[in-house]
């Protein structure tokens, strides 16, 4: 079994960018992971554990339902987030982008097909850049961090591929391993 998920990486500028504020932030923000530059990206579809057999129809449905989506930009933009101030689990990156919704859609029709369940939840695209295990600090404090940097711009980056990656746990954190990449349209 492999534990995998379907996400898209994101341009280096953007992720220096990232990390500058990730750095700002340690001085006001306690009791969080936070996520390091080489493991930035943002999620389209969590798939858990798999059969690694399972890994080449995964990628055929990905190459066919991807094979004539057009490349496009996105835009990084603010922090927030989930699920609330007094609750905070997901310090995130807000990504902004026409087409955003329309390739999760695909990525999860497709996958879909190959028996992956839909997520309920609503999409929200965004890149996770750090996490709280247990939030104890002051909701009005974070609201405030946050509030300093909403409209904070990010930079752009162009989706031009999603990526089937690997997730291996270690106890210093995550490893991404691309188990194959998908290159979107021209």
């Known amino acids: 079994m492999i534990r995998a998920f379907v996400g898209v990486r994101i341009d280096p500028n953007v992720v220096e960018k990232i990390s500058a504020v990730q750095f700002q932030l340690k001085r006001s923000l306690s009791g969080i992971r936070w996520v390091g ?9 969590f798939l858990g554990p798999i059969e690694e057999k399972k890994a080449a129809s995964i990628t055929e449905a990905l190459e066919e339902a991807l094979r004539l989506f057009p490349r496009f930009p996105i835009l ?10 007094r609750r905070a689990r997901v310090l995130w990156v807000g990504l902004e982008g026409q087409s955003l919704l329309p390739l999760a859609t695909r990525v999860e029709t497709a996958l879909e097909a190959v028996g992956f369940q ?3 939840r609503g999409f929200q695209p965004h890149l996770t850049i750090g996490r709280w295990r247990n939030f104890n600090g002051s909701p009005e404090l974070l609201g405030s961090e946050i509030a300093s940097w909403k409209g904070y711009d990010f930079g752009q980056s162009w989706v031009g ?4 990656f690997q997730s291996i746990l270690r106890s210093e954190g995550a490893i991404y391993h691309p188990v194959s990449v998908i290159r979107l349209s021209n």
Do not use: S, Y
């Open 161 to 164: 591929e999603v990526v089937f």
């Open 118 to 120: 839909r997520e309920q």
């Open 37 to 45: 530059r080489e493991n930035l990206h943002f999620t389209l579809k």
């Open 76 to 85: 990084a933009r603010g922090i927030g987030v989930f699920p609330d101030m």
